[in-house]
């Protein structure tokens, strides 16, 4: 979501330049400063009519996909509705962390203290938003590229019974670049990482997509694993969530489409195969518990990505991040300017989330105040703390807040159709 392209608004070209040198003035008062970001958002991204949000779900209800086959008996432990509940709050618990940390993307852990303060209520549509070019992109509790991409992960699914297709979704990649969700008032992808819009950018994209993101990542001298595939990652764990041998490969595929570099796609693997054994139904009550979950997927990642190097460094970040504290949040510096995007940061926040024993809201504002790539990083805690609680435990008062919680609850169900859940 979010918008690159400006609509009609009644702002005239000359006080379009004099927001924006507002914005940009360091002698500029914070009341006009949040004057002309107030100014500048309403005028170059739309909040749709009530009619039109209507009108984008009820083109989702019209879209119809070939069914993926029956769920075998015993593939999960949970009773369907819980079932179903957990694989709801996995797709909201992402959009809603995601939205929540939109207010500290890209700012320092410093800054965030200095203009939120102490304690702040972070939400999706917070009572105040740091005023910036950055944050006017996308209007009040608007997500952003993190979940767009899972769902277009997510539509690509449904298109392709289950099954990743890289050059399906490397499509639908390139069309979203260029015109964002139209349905939902875009003028075009916003927030879209460096590398990723490198990789849409080669000629061969669609038709190789693994190949074209692995020469992009080698000519960048195979140093690039930035956390643009973990981010939208959690839903490849849910077809065919039985299946390991399934999961794994479609987790991979969608990774390699834009992210070669095996950090990358390890990171994603722990992440598919936690919501994999979670929709199993593996008990997920004590902190015992949770820290054998992720230990499962960290085995079965170690045995997929044969990399040593890789393997220790993700086994230190994930042992660090079992112990749910802040200090352990803390000391991954998640606002290290020259590691914002790192995968396994990105990784660490949601492993960290996933051992959780305090609310989602208290969770996610405390990974939205170490500032970094909060947005990124919320969006795989809020996946898989959501899908650990289901969407029934999840703040009633954030979903509200949510622009498209309505579209974005008919791709569910189509998702929860598919696996016979309703």
Known sequence: MGSTQSRLRPLAEDEISTALYTLASGSSKQEAKTAAFTALRTHFVPVLSKKAKLAA???????????WGL????????????????IRGLVFGAALGDAAGLATEFLSRKTVEEFYGEGFPFSPQPSRVLPDT???????????DDTDQLVLILQSLLHTKGLADPSDFARRMVRW?????????????????????????????????????FAVWENGGRKNAANGAVMRTAVTGVPFFWSRETVIHNTISFCKTTHADPRCVASCLVVALCVSEML????????????????????????????DAVMDELTLTVEATTRHDPQ??????????????????CL??????????????????????EGGDADTNCAVAGALLGCRLGFSQLPSNWVA???HSSWLDAYAQKLLFMLQLR
């Open 57 to 67: 779900v009820a083109s989702v209800h019209s879209q119809r996909y070939e069914l």
């Open 71 to 86: 769920m075998p008996a015993g593939a999960s432990l949970l009773p369907p509705e819980r079932l179903a509940d957990r």
């Open 134 to 144: 950055h944050r006017m992109m996308w209007a009040p509790g608007d997500w952003t």
């Open 177 to 213: 670049q260029e015109s964002g969700f139209q349905e939902l008032g875009d003028g075009g992808a916003a927030g879209l990482g460096q590398h990723t819009k490198h990789v849409l950018s080669n000629p061969n994209f669609v038709t190789a997509p693994h190949e074209t993101a």
């Open 280 to 307: 199993m139904g593996v008990p997920t009550d004590t902190r015992a518990q949770m820290e054998q979950l992720v230990a499962r997927a960290v085995a079965v990642t170690k045995e997929t990505v044969a990399d």
């Open 328 to 345: 352990s949040l803390r000391d991954l510096e998640l606002d290290d300017p020259h590691k914002l995007g790192y995968t396994f940061k």
């Open 348 to 369: 660490g926040s949601g492993v960290w989330a996933l051992n959780s024993e305090t609310s989602f809201e208290s969770t996610m504002r405390q990974i939205v105040s």
């Open 401 to 403: 807040e949510l622009q």
